[in-house]
């Protein structure tokens, strides 16, 4: 149970450096779920997943 909690935890702090690494640390939070709720929607759409990921990955490189 502990285990699991502190895994979910990590992933939850994981998640909140992509906002901060993506400039998004003082944005509403309302804009912030809303473009994460029209990537999820989009997330089937090859070509703008690959060019999404290539993004990131120049993000992180970068």
């Known amino acids: 149970m502990a285990a699991n909690r502190q895994k979910d935890a990590h ?4 998640l909140g450096g992509l906002i901060v690494k993506a400039g998004l640390r003082e944005e509403n939070r309302a804009f912030i779920l809303g473009v994460l709720l029209t990537a999820a929607e989009q997330k089937d759409n090859p070509q703008l997943r690959d ?6 990955r120049d993000a992180f490189d970068g």
């Not at 992933?11 to 994981?14: R, T, Y």
């Not at 060019?51 to 990131?56: E, F, L, S, V």
């Open 11 to 14: 992933e939850k702090i994981q």
């Open 51 to 56: 060019a999404m990921i290539k993004k990131g």
